[in-house]
């Protein structure tokens, strides 16, 4: 089967950088998606990474090694609004997305 | 604007009811997912659909049903055979070759007293 685990919590301070990381498992693989959501609302993709690498987006960064089962994401310059769980993503063959348990960031002033 | 509508947000069933949650997109996508999500949890799959009139069970389809037959719509319907069904329901449309890029609606929060 599939299942991915992340840190339940990170805490970091406002303007600093904070790395979460995802280690996986599975047979079958197509890539590492990461979302961000905030507290009752709906999750918002980030990014994806297909191959191994790093993928920027702005201030996000997203990073994956398939030789590890093992990627993160990075957040450069924090922000309060940054303040939001993130979840990691792995896609299996025929849309099947299976959903890391998300890692809780409280950014702090 | 495109994008992903729920109806409604809040809803409360009584035990034993079965209830059916909306969904709808106008992002002309042709993949659409059910997912269910409890408080602090990640997110489960329930059901998907690539196509229209077509559909595959998730990690945790039983209790629930769906179906397709507008690309537009996707409904899901929670039904009394759901031993838990109080939670967070979220969908989810992709492109067929971006299903790795999942846009969401903004939840159904059920609430089965």
């Known amino acids: 089967g599939q299942s991915l685990e992340q840190p339940s919590e990170v805490t970091a301070v406002e303007g600093a950088i904070v790395q979460i990381n995802c280690t996986y498992q599975t047979s079958g693989f197509y890539g590492l998606s990461w979302y961000q959501q905030h507290d009752g609302g709906a999750p918002t993709f980030l990014s994806y990474?297909?191959?191994?690498g790093l993928e920027e987006t702005g201030r996000f960064s997203s990073f994956l090694s398939r030789s590890d089962s093992y990627g993160y994401l990075l957040l450069q310059e924090l922000q309060m609004k940054d303040s939001a769980s993130y979840f990691c993503?792995?896609?299996?063959?025929?849309?099947?997305?299976?959903f890391g348990a998300g890692t809780r960031l409280f950014v702090k002033a | 604007d495109g994008g992903i509508t729920q109806s409604p947000k809040y809803l409360f069933r009584k035990e034993g009811q079965n209830v059916t949650l909306s969904c709808e997109q106008n992002l002309n996508h042709d993949a659409m997912y059910w997912y269910r999500q409890d408080p602090g949890q990640g997110l489960r799959l329930i059901y998907y659909s690539q196509i229209v009139n077509d559909f595959q069970k998730g990690d945790i389809a039983e209790g629930y049903s769906v179906s397709r037959e507008k690309k537009e719509s996707f409904p899901l319907t929670v039904t009394s055979a759901q031993k838990n069904p109080t939670a967070f329901y979220l969908c989810?449309?992709?492109?067929?070759?971006?299903?790795?890029?999942?846009?969401f609606g903004p939840g159904t929060r059920l609430t089965v007293l």
């Open positions: 990474n297909a191959l191994d």
């Open positions: 993503a792995l896609g299996g063959g025929g849309f099947k997305t299976i």
């Open positions: 989810a449309s992709s492109g067929l070759s971006s299903y790795n890029e999942q846009f």
